[in-house]
């Protein structure tokens, strides 16, 4: 597959097979992000970390799959630390960093701010969430989770709980699962199902989705439970987040009608969504999928910029 300079934006930009071969390398890439094994294939390489929205796993895991291949990171965090703060625009900063590194990571509240920069820089630019957009690179690191944990990622009963409007790794998940043969629920209050736009797009592609309110009804046959956190920050009125937090709450009781095997992923972060107590039970996938991140994001970096391990 060949992945040397190419833009990462919407999950729709790759193959079934282009996954596939992303997962296969990320499999190789787990010794390196561990640190037992070591190769600075990148060295000499220099990636441009923009992070306009808060992140913890996102940007500290692109960074460290950047160090652990030898490639160097320059980064901003916050949009009032760069000129845009005097009124400069998204695409002449982007022209600026394009200058200045050998791939761009963009995180943005606006969805389609990544798309926008892909169209003004010469190099590579990936995705890292755009508001309520996508998240490409979090799929990816999904999809290894739920291959590692269900051992096959084809014909999967996967229920994706929470926030299905705003949340863009759903947005991204579900395209991805359709590619796949999943059996998709989707358990979202009415005001945050997913979105008319997607759930056609993975009708298109064979996919029927069941929406249903209740989880109580999906989760006894689920494979996979994917919970998503309700996100008080993408409503427009906080009278309507009042309305719909907590509204599921995944704890031991709960799980008494899951299949033993039903693995549990969430993004992260987690409010109140999933119980602590859950942490410690053969269910909880979701650190070792934020771990993911790295071994992923090294395969990634590799294939964009050209390292071969
Ligand atoms: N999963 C995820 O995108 O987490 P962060 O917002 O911490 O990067």
Excluded: W
């Excluded at 160097?72 to 625009?89: A, C, F, H, L, Y």
């Excluded at 990544?114 to 969430?129: D, E």
């Excluded at 650190?287 to 993911?292: D, K, L, R, V």
């Amino acid at each position: 597959m060949d992945f040397y300079d190419r833009d990462v934006v919407s999950i729709r930009d790759l193959t079934r097979e282009e996954i596939e071969s992303i997962l296969d390398l990320s499999e190789k890439m787990v010794p390196y992000a561990t640190g037992e094994k070591v190769n600075r294939v990148l060295h000499g390489k220099i990636l441009g970390n923009l992070f306009f929205e808060p992140s913890t796993r996102t940007k500290l895991s692109f960074e460290s799959a950047a160090y652990r291949l030898g490639c160097d990171v320059i980064d901003v965090s916050e949009m009032s630390m760069t000129s845009i703060s005097k009124g400069e625009t998204l695409a002449d900063t982007i022209r600026m960093v394009d200058a200045y590194c050998d791939l761009i990571v963009l995180r943005h509240p606006y969805e389609g701010a990544a798309r926008l920069a892909a169209n003004f820089s010469i190099n590579p630019v990936i995705n890292a969430g755009d508001g309520a957009g996508s998240h490409p690179t979090q799929t990816l690191l999904d999809l290894f989770t739920m291959r590692q944990a269900k051992g096959s990622l084809d014909g999967l009963n996967v229920v994706l709980v929470g926030d299905l409007k705003y949340g863009r790794t759903v947005h991204s998940l579900a395209e991805a699962l359709t590619m796949f043969g999943a059996k998709l629920t989707l358990v979202a209050p009415d005001s945050l199902q997913m979105p008319e736009e997607i759930v056609n797009h993975i009708k298109e592609k064979g996919c029927r989705p069941t929406k249903t309110t209740s989880l109580e009804e999906a989760i006894d046959k689920a494979d996979v439970l994917y919970v998503t956190r309700i996100q008080r920050e993408r409503f427009p009125d906080p009278a309507e987040y009042k309305k719909v937090a907590g509204t599921y709450r995944i704890n031991n009781t709960v799980l008494r009608e899951a299949r033993r095997d039903m693995a549990i992923m969430h993004p992260l972060p987690r409010i109140d969504e999933i119980a602590p107590e859950v942490d410690s039970s053969e269910h909880a996938k979701y650190f070792q999928q934020a771990f993911n991140g790295v071994p992923v994001r090294m395969a990634l970096l590799c294939a964009i910029l050209g390292g071969e391990i």
